[in-house]
């Protein structure tokens, strides 16, 4: 994992990136991992996380996996087409480990499989198709903005 890129990822966390409270764990070329402490604030009424917070978690990190930069300062993007979820378990709190591979990529598009686990217990289960965007399809990104 490039150190610098990582560092750079951290400085310019979204507000919603916040909200949900995840970091960047590890993130290469094809893979990323997030994590992060599930709390009072992301659960639903019956007292379960919102099944719309690993909706989003799945999604942050299968955008990751494919957006990986190897150019310290440039950046790639993507927009999600499209995302599948399935649901396996509740989870009222805990550490939640989000992983996610690409598992094939043309020239614009890319498609991913990310999983979530707390505790060895598999939680949920996503697979989504990307789309890169200005300038996200070469591997050398572009200057951030």
Request: one cysteine or more; hydrophobic letters at 40%; charged letters at 20%.
């Given at each position: 994992?490039?150190?610098?890129?990582?560092?750079?990822?951290?400085?310019?966390?979204?507000?919603?990136?916040?909200?949900?409270?995840?970091?960047?764990?590890?993130?290469?070329?094809?893979?990323?991992?997030?994590?992060?402490?599930?709390?009072?604030?992301?659960?639903?009424?019956?007292?379960?996380?919102?099944?719309?917070?690993?909706?989003?978690?799945?999604?942050?990190?299968?955008?990751?996996c494919?957006?990986?930069?190897?150019?310290?300062?440039?950046?790639?993007?993507?927009?999600?087409?499209?995302?599948?979820?399935?649901?396996?378990?509740?989870?009222?709190d805990?550490?939640?480990?989000?992983?996610?591979?690409?598992?094939?990529?043309?020239?614009?598009?890319?498609?991913?499989?990310?999983?979530i686990?707390?505790?060895?217990?598999?939680?949920?289960?996503?697979?989504?198709?990307?789309?890169?965007?200005?300038?996200?399809?070469?591997?050398?990104?572009?200057?951030?903005?």
């Amino acid at each position: 994992m490039n150190e610098a890129n990582l560092q750079f990822e951290a400085a310019t966390m979204s507000g919603f990136r916040e909200v949900l409270g995840f970091s960047v764990a590890e993130w290469e070329p094809g893979r990323a991992v997030i994590t992060g402490q599930m709390t009072e604030r992301h659960l639903n009424r019956n007292g379960f996380v919102h099944g719309g917070v690993f909706a989003s978690l799945l999604d942050s990190a299968a955008g990751l996996c494919g957006t990986y930069c190897t150019v310290p300062g440039n950046i790639r993007r993507c927009i999600t087409i499209s995302l599948n979820t399935h649901f396996m378990n509740p989870v009222k709190d805990g550490f939640l480990k989000v992983e996610a591979r690409v598992v094939s990529r043309g020239r614009k598009i890319f498609f991913v499989e990310a999983r979530i686990i707390c505790e060895d217990t598999l939680i949920a289960t996503g697979q989504g198709t990307f789309r890169y965007v200005l300038g996200g399809e070469n591997e050398e990104g572009v200057p951030a903005d």
